[in-house]
């Protein structure tokens, strides 16, 4: 059984386009998060809700809008996407918010965008 | 210049060896994680600590909080331990917020 899911794997679009990546979690975990890892490898963190809540947002572009319907899921919407927007995101939760929980990562989405 | 370092940034081995990565940070941290990054791309969490030493198999993470230097260790590696190998820290008040090393690229060669 996945623990968290990520669809769709890999995304190839054009640029301007509006594309959403899903996030799913089977673990009953309060917290979630998306990271985005360039082309560097490096991971920073993107967005983090607690239960529904948006608990961090870091300096990311407002064509980046994350929707959790419930506290299983959390989305990630991208408007007008840009070249720099390449990159693979993950997903990921813990049991709690606060970051001393072990977090569980999703498989990562590759997007890129032409 | 990033909060987080890890050395090295490369490292490559022989199978057998016995293999330590470092990571440093800036400041005072309530938790470290290690994060391993197989070649496939899928990341798992190998350690949370904030103090002392874990070992799962045949790794073992250690941290000193005054000196604020982790450690990972891998003994008897073996090819398939090749990934890359990343260090996370929670900053005291930041909340759920991680700030992550750059990684290490282990190759390890039968």
């Known amino acids: 059984d996945t623990a968290v899911s990520q669809t769709p794997k890999y995304l190839v679009t054009q640029m301007g386009n509006d594309k959403s990546i899903k996030c799913e979690q089977n673990?009953?975990?309060?917290?979630m998060y998306w990271y985005k890892q360039d082309s560097k490898k490096f991971l920073k963190i993107m967005f983090s809700?607690?239960?529904?809540?948006?608990?961090i947002n870091e300096t990311v572009p407002n064509r980046f809008s994350p929707k959790s319907p419930d506290k299983a899921h959390l989305n990630l919407h991208i408007n007008s996407l840009e070249l720099g927007d390449s990159a693979v995101y993950f997903c990921?939760?813990?049991?709690?918010?606060?970051?001393?929980?072990?977090?569980?990562f999703g498989p990562g989405t590759r997007l890129t965008v032409l | 210049k990033n909060e987080v370092e890890q050395s090295p940034q490369n490292l490559t081995a022989q199978e057998g060896e016995f293999i330590t990565i470092n990571c440093s940070y800036s400041?005072?941290?309530?938790?470290l994680h290690w994060l391993q990054q197989h070649p496939g791309g899928g990341i798992v969490s190998l350690f949370m600590?904030?103090?002392g030493k874990k070992k799962h198999g045949r790794l073992i993470a250690t941290i000193n909080i005054q000196e604020k230097h982790s450690s990972l260790h891998i003994t008897a590696s073996h090819p398939r331990d090749s990934a890359v190998y990343i260090c996370?820290?929670?900053?005291?008040?930041?909340?759920?917020?991680?700030?992550f090393g750059e990684g290490t690229q282990l190759t390890v060669n039968p």
């Open positions: 809700y607690n239960n529904k809540e948006l608990i």
């Open positions: 400041v005072g941290i309530s938790a």
């Open positions: 990921a939760s813990s049991l709690r918010t606060g970051g001393t929980d072990t977090q569980y």
């Open positions: 996370a820290v929670r900053w005291g008040t930041s909340g759920s917020r991680l700030t």
């Open positions: 600590l904030s103090s």
């Open positions: 673990l009953g975990h309060d917290t």
